[in-house]
């Protein structure tokens, strides 16, 4: 064996690592808009993308209502619902927020933000509370 052929394997090895090293970490650094289940919800904060989805496990004894605001800081218009329901347009430039109850039972709620009609990228700052 010579030393050519030692060197050529070591730099496969390596690049080999580094590529299987590398790769896993791409999902940590990966952006979600996919919130956590939480017993209460609030968030704020601010989106860019092309939709912005939060979900929530929520219950009534953490409050009756839901609040979801947003300013459209973008360039298209933003339509936003909760659980498919309660949608709003906002034009770019304008805020505004949509309400929802909040059901007995423990149950999944879902708020979004999507650019509307032709598709796009959207730019929101939002808010997002359960309130009594």
Same mark, same amino acid.
């Given at each position: 064996?010579?030393?050519?052929?030692?060197?050529?394997?070591?730099?496969?090895?390596?690049?080999?690592?580094?590529?299987?090293? $590398?790769?896993?970490?791409?999902? &940590?650094?990966?952006? %979600?808009?996919?919130? /956590?289940?939480?017993?209460?919800?609030?968030? +704020?904060?601010?989106?860019?993308?092309?939709?912005?989805?939060?979900?929530?496990?929520?219950?009534?004894?953490?409050?009756?209502?839901?609040?979801?605001w947003i300013k459209n800081t973008g360039k298209v218009s933003v339509k936003i619902s909760i659980n498919g $329901?309660?949608?709003?347009?906002? &034009?770019?430039?304008? %805020?505004?927020?949509? /309400?929802?109850?909040?059901?007995?039972?423990? +149950?999944?709620?879902?708020?979004?933000?999507?650019?509307?009609?032709?598709?796009?990228?959207?730019?929101?700052?939002?808010?997002?509370?359960?309130?009594?």
């Amino acid at each position: 064996m010579n030393l050519k052929s030692v060197f050529k394997g070591v730099v496969s090895s390596v690049l080999v690592f580094g590529l299987i090293a $590398g790769t896993s970490t791409i999902p &940590a650094f990966a952006e %979600s808009t996919e919130s /956590s289940s939480k017993d209460n919800a609030t968030e +704020s904060g601010s989106y860019s993308g092309t939709e912005f989805q939060a979900t929530y496990r929520l219950k009534k004894s953490n409050g009756a209502k839901l609040n979801f605001w947003i300013k459209n800081t973008g360039k298209v218009s933003v339509k936003i619902s909760i659980n498919g $329901g309660q949608k709003r347009t906002l &034009a770019p430039g304008k %805020s505004g927020h949509i /309400s929802a109850p909040v059901g007995s039972l423990s +149950s999944d709620y879902k708020f979004k933000a999507v650019p509307t009609p032709n598709g796009g990228k959207i730019s929101i700052s939002f808010r997002i509370a359960q309130k009594a």
